[in-house]
């Protein structure tokens, strides 16, 4: 059981570059999340999915995209790589109801130089 | 729209000492969630509270949960080195908005 496993787990871009981030769960989870976190700033939610085919905006939703098209995967895009979004990107997935956490990948670490 | 913070966001403490971390959110949630983290590492879950007047225990951690004062607490007991690393808070929304917002987390130092 693999359980959440987030593709690429290091990552160099150049400013202008796109790249898409992949989450991959294997928990049939309902719901799926993408953060980035910095220094300070804890976890900020940056777009989040309640279902297959469904995203809303999370609290720094701004020069990303998202897309759900299988309740499994969940793909975070950056159409043109800035230096602020040098980060750790941080995927989770979780039942909608239930006593059991939401699940975390092991982070993806992109530099935008 | 959702607020969480913790305090404190510093915690430095002596081997076996008590202290307690403080989780206040602003709005109706439908449960919540402590986490650990080590450097480099993803976030561990520690517990999942649901309902007003939740605690829960495991080893020398102990969480609690007040709903109507929308305040959870983190207790350590007699905290051990192997204790630091930072924790987190995190409160999913009720209502049909399911978001889950983290605090900004609490970096807990054990000394010997």
């Known amino acids: 059981n693999a359980g959440v496993t987030q593709t690429p787990k290091f990552r160099v871009l150049k400013t202008g570059q796109s790249m898409t981030l992949l989450c991959a769960q294997d928990m049939n989870h309902e719901y799926m999340y993408w953060y980035r976190q910095d220094p300070g700033m804890g976890l900020r939610l940056i777009h989040y999915?309640?279902?297959?085919?469904?995203?809303a905006k999370g609290e720094v939703p701004d020069g990303y995209n998202v897309s759900r098209l299988k309740k499994q995967n969940f793909l975070l895009g950056l159409e043109s790589a800035a230096p602020s979004q040098t980060s750790v990107y941080f995927c989770?997935?979780?039942?909608?109801?239930?006593?059991?956490?939401?699940?975390f990948g092991q982070g993806t670490r992109l530099t935008v130089v | 729209e959702l607020k969480v913070e913790q305090n404190p966001l510093f915690l430095s403490m002596q081997e076996g000492k008590n202290y307690t971390i403080y989780c206040n959110y602003s709005?109706?949630?439908?449960?919540l969630y402590w986490y650990r983290q080590d450097p480099g590492k993803s976030l561990e879950s520690l517990f999942v509270l649901l309902s007003n007047g939740a605690v829960k225990q495991e080893g020398r951690l102990m969480a609690s949960l007040d709903t109507k004062a929308r305040l959870s607490t983190l207790h350590i007991t007699a905290a051990v080195h192997d204790l630091s690393a930072t924790y987190f808070c995190?409160?999913?929304?009720?209502?049909?908005?399911?978001?889950?917002?983290f605090g900004k987390g609490t970096l807990l130092t054990v000394n010997p």
């Open positions: 989770a997935s979780s039942y909608a109801t239930g006593h059991t956490e939401a699940f």
């Open positions: 709005t109706t949630s439908d449960r």
């Open positions: 995190a409160v999913r929304s009720g209502g049909s908005n399911y978001k889950l917002t």
């Open positions: 999915s309640v279902g297959e085919g469904t995203t």
